[in-house]
């Protein structure tokens, strides 16, 4: 399996959206956030099967394990079988998880990274709130509001009217612990900083109260919810998100995820983007074509 591994994260490096976003994660988090998932080669190459197996015997106990079942079942029938399933099966000690939440204020980094492309990628990115937090709903609808969809306002200002992207987009990725919110712009090298000032700018503009009209939040609202009912028309769709909530938070979250959606206000948008995005705080990744001249992506130290 070991070479199984390498040559994924091989190919990972090969990605330059992979890479892009393992540099805004390295350069943003001083938690086990800013690890590949993956790993490195060296971690892989040198990990040793007592490592994994002493890992495994840790962390892999039924007071460590959710199970999810999704479907046209009996509760009592699910039991019964998780029982028989976890039979002779001891429950352990697990240790504490280490803290995911980013100490003090934001800092603010301007980072290239250059590979074969033929456009330019950035992205912007802030610290956000756990995905526990009040805000984090309305978040997703400022994310909507500003980067989802042909009708936001990051697509209509910045690919339509001045025609300085190739593509845009915004996301929210609420995490336990610190998240990262994000606007990403595709671009011709030479519109690259227009293009992040004019982002900015938009996001600058809906800091001023009572700038975002209700309708607009209302439709983001819709788009949201149709989002999560389109994930949400499988099975695995509904098991993944219950299960996802009760690792990282409890499956309530993710149950009553629509409920607090449907609470979001203007002024609820205005205010997390007052809080959480602004501009000047906003962290800068750029992935470059190879003959412009590179910076390499640098942690922040921390004191």
Request: proline share 6%.
């Amino acid at each position: 399996e070991r070479k199984v591994i390498l040559e994924e994260i091989a190919r990972s490096e090969d990605n330059p959206g992979h890479v892009l976003w393992d540099a805004v994660y390295d350069t943003m988090f001083t938690t086990a956030y800013r690890h590949r998932v993956l790993g490195s080669s060296d971690t892989i190459r040198s990990m040793t099967r007592d490592a994994i197996k002493n890992f495994h015997r840790r962390y892999y106990r039924p007071n460590n394990i959710t199970v999810i079942v999704v479907g046209d079942i009996r509760e009592a029938d699910v039991l019964d079988k998780v029982r028989e399933l976890m039979a002779g099966f001891e429950p352990g000690t697990i240790p504490p998880l280490p803290s995911l939440t980013e100490p003090g204020p934001p800092r603010t980094f301007f980072s290239k990274v250059r590979k074969p492309v033929s456009q330019t990628t950035t992205i912007l990115a802030w610290p956000a709130p756990a995905i526990t937090s009040m805000a984090s709903a309305a978040l997703d609808v400022a994310a909507a509001v500003l980067g989802q969809g042909r009708s936001s306002r990051l697509y209509q200002k910045i690919r339509e009217k001045k025609r300085l992207a190739l593509g845009v987009g915004a996301s929210n990725q609420a995490q336990r612990g610190t998240g990262v919110w994000a606007i990403s712009l595709l671009t011709e090298h030479q519109s690259a900083d227009l293009a992040r000032e004019a982002a900015l700018a938009e996001v600058a503009a809906l800091i001023t109260p009572s700038s975002l009209p209700d309708d607009e939040v209302d439709k983001a609202k819709v788009l949201v919810e149709s989002s999560y009912v389109l994930e949400h028309e499988t099975v695995e769709g509904q098991g993944t998100t219950l299960g996802y909530f009760n690792t990282v938070a409890e499956w309530t979250l993710g149950a009553s995820y629509l409920d607090r959606i449907h609470a979001v206000t203007a002024a609820d948008v205005t205010r997390v983007i007052t809080t959480y995005l602004q501009p000047e705080q906003a962290v800068t990744i750029r992935l470059v074509p190879e003959d412009e001249v590179a910076q390499r992506v640098i942690r922040p130290s921390h004191k």
